[in-house]
Structures are given as C-alpha cells and as structure tokens.
C-alpha cells in the first residue's frame, strides 16, 4: 500500500528510514500531531522523496505492518512443510516486533488500519496454503472470520494491557484453528 513498488535500493532504503522515523515518533507523540515534515527530518529526507514513496502517513504505517509479515511469510514459505503452529508462531513473531507501533496504532484510534493489514495477511496467507480444493464459496467468508477473530482478539490485548503473554494468545489462536477453544455442552442451566 505503498506508491513506491519497484525494486530499487536506494527507495527501498528510503521507504524503511520513513518506516523506522514514523515508527519512533509515534513513541514520543500522538499520531495527529507527527506532521510529514517530522517524519522526513527524522529520517534526514525530503518530502519529495516521502511522497515519491508513500501518499500520506496512513499508507506508511500499513508498510510498516506489511513489509513485517510479508518478511515472515517469504521465511515460512522457505519450510519444506508448513505447519497451522509455523504461521501462527510467525504471526506471534511479527506482533512481537512490531509491538511499539502496533500498541501505539491502537492507543491512537488506528484499528482501521490495523484490520485492513490483518486481513491482507490473512488473505497472502490462505491464498498460499489452503488447499485449492478448499477454496468453495465460502473462502472469503471464511478469511473475513478469521481476520475478524485474530484483529479483535490483538486489539483486545493492547487494550487491556494485562498480563497474558505472547505465548498465550499463540496458544489460544492454535487452539481456535484447530476447533479447540469451546466445549459445547447440552446441558440446560437454569
């Protein structure tokens, strides 16, 4: 979600020094007051150059998210066999490094974009490693849910900023893909 898509060294530097500038402002300030000039004198670039890269500052921010997975996939991908444990651990991976911005995304109203790149990870995902004779009408129905889950259930973390850990919400999100976080009762209360 970049206007830069080439593959030239020298932008793509750039487009990181943005990343990173934005990335470190966003700890010292609110996400309304970080002005394109902050982000270009923290990086040491002009603005043309930051808008030879990106639109507006929402468009480096979803770079920032999905430059991180898009590196966790290219690794994953790199398996001889893939496993539902291997994506959600690189899933827990990209949270992990990016849990600054992400927690500051979320304390800034940001979600927005946060659910959009949940759900293009999860779309880049599926796309590879769900079987094709798995792919009914249902698909994208199915991707949506499990954006949705994985989005709220992060959202949820940074908003309570309790103590589970990145381990447990690994765990519970493998058990959710594996059909193993409910037991359904037939017993009748009341």
């Known amino acids: 979600m970049?206007?830069?898509?080439?593959?030239?060294?020298?932008?793509?530097?750039?487009?990181?020094?943005?990343?990173?500038?934005?990335?470190?402002?966003?700890?010292?300030?609110?996400?309304?007051?970080?002005?394109?000039?902050?982000?270009?004198?923290?990086?040491?670039?002009?603005?043309?150059?930051?808008?030879?890269?990106?639109?507006?500052?929402?468009?480096?921010?979803?770079?920032?998210?999905?430059?991180?997975?898009?590196?966790?996939?290219?690794?994953?991908?790199?398996?001889?066999?893939?496993?539902?444990?291997d994506i959600v651990d690189g899933f827990v991976s990209v949270v992990e490094s990016k849990r600054d911005v992400l927690k500051a995304m979320v304390d800034n109203r940001l979600t927005g974009i946060v659910f959009e790149e949940i759900s293009a990870c999860v779309a880049l995902f599926a796309g590879r490693f769900v079987r094709e004779d798995e792919r009914t009408d249902l698909f994208p129905y199915s991707e949506a849910m499990l954006a949705g889950a994985i989005a709220q259930m992060l959202v949820l973390w940074f908003q309570r900023d309790d103590s589970v850990g990145t381990d447990e919400l690994a765990s519970l999100l493998k058990d959710f893909m594996n059909g193993r976080v409910y037991q359904i009762t037939s017993e009748r209360k009341g």
Request: glycine fraction near 4%; hydrophobic fraction near 35%; charged fraction near 30%.
């Open 2 to 85: 970049s206007r830069y898509e080439g593959d030239n060294s020298t932008a793509l530097r750039s487009q990181a020094w943005l990343a990173e500038a934005l990335e470190k402002l966003m700890l010292e300030k609110p996400y309304g007051r970080i002005s394109v000039g902050d982000i270009c004198a923290r990086a040491q670039l002009s603005r043309q150059t930051f808008y030879n890269m990106f639109g507006d500052k929402d468009e480096v921010l979803h770079y920032c998210l999905r430059s991180a997975y898009e590196e966790r996939f290219r690794s994953i991908c790199a398996l001889d066999a893939v496993t539902i444990d």
